[in-house]
């Protein structure tokens, strides 16, 4: 695959990344559980987007567990100069492969090891502290104590930067009192904009905002005003619904997952897709008819 041509950059924890990254989740298992099914496939994506251009890939410990991260070291080790690695604590997997919250300092600290055990690294590049609130939306209440311990870890140098994941524009306050705050990773996609006045806020003070669920997760987008207007620029809908994320703000870097090489190969080049005013104007008009959501 050819080199992909990146919307520009933007800082991470003072480093430059290209505004198309690469998510790490889909490598492990069904539900993000154990192996996965061709493990020689997932090292293949892995290689191919870095070779691409993608600098910024996004992981957890928990993923899996072990799993994503013990393919990407396989895959990547030594890591290039350029490339960064974020990832996440705040969660264990349960033996039914439940989600489970893991928000103590000693929880945290765990994590971070897991992390750097894993990775194969000394220090990590950034951890966002993963609220579980609603799962996938945040709830309200003081994240004091989880940032506290992140901050901890940071000082001893095992953590270069810390984000956040799953929070409030409230709680995204609260950290800033504690540690300089690198990303905040929310739910946000298309369709799912409630996070408007917080990316605009963010882009406002140089802070990257990260959309998991950018297509739109376990249950992807479908909409036939979102295919219609993908026709029309001869791009799929899920091309649209990225390039739509870098029109948004410039300090959006997208994520998306995969564990096929055909996938990656059409989420790479979701980044050179130009969207005319006009279609600019439907997609955002999408959002606003399906806000409940």
């Known amino acids: 695959m050819s080199n992909f041509t990146p919307v520009g950059t933007f800082p991470l924890g003072g480093r430059p990344v290209h505004r198309v990254g690469y998510g790490a989740m889909q490598l492990a298992g069904p539900g993000v559980f154990g192996p996965p099914k061709d493990r020689s496939a997932a090292i293949a994506v892995l290689r191919e987007a870095v070779a691409a251009g993608v600098n910024h890939i996004d992981t957890s410990d928990f993923y899996g567990p072990h799993v994503t991260n013990q393919i990407i070291r396989e895959a990547l080790h030594p890591y290039p100069d350029d490339l960064v690695i974020v990832t996440k604590v705040g969660a264990v997997r349960g033996e039914d492969a439940s989600w489970i919250p893991a928000p103590e300092p000693e929880d945290i600290k765990r994590g971070v090891h897991d992390n750097l055990r894993n990775l194969g690294v000394d220090t990590l590049d950034v951890v966002n502290m993963r609220i579980m609130g609603r799962v996938h939306a945040p709830a309200e209440g003081s994240i004091e104590k989880q940032v506290a311990a992140l901050a901890e870890l940071q000082r001893q140098g095992l953590v270069r930067h810390i984000g956040l994941s799953n929070v409030t524009a409230a709680q995204v306050t609260e950290a800033q009192g504690i540690a300089e ?89 979701a980044a050179q897709w130009r969207l005319p005013d006009e279609v600019r104007a439907e997609l955002d008009a999408m959002g606003r008819v399906n806000g409940e959501h």
Request: aromatic share 8%; proline share 7%; charged share 15%.
């Open 181 to 269: 705050i690198v990303c905040v990773q929310n739910h946000y996609n298309l369709i799912q904009r409630d996070d408007d006045a917080l990316v605009d806020e963010l882009a406002g003070k140089g802070i990257a905002y990260v959309p998991f669920f950018p297509l739109g997760g376990f249950t992807p987008i479908q909409s036939s005003a979102l295919s219609k207007v993908a026709q029309t620029i001869g791009a799929t809908p899920m091309q649209v619904a990225l390039a739509w994320l870098l029109y948004r703000a410039p300090n959006i870097l997208l994520i998306p997952g995969t564990s096929s090489l055909e996938h990656l190969r059409e989420n790479m080049q």
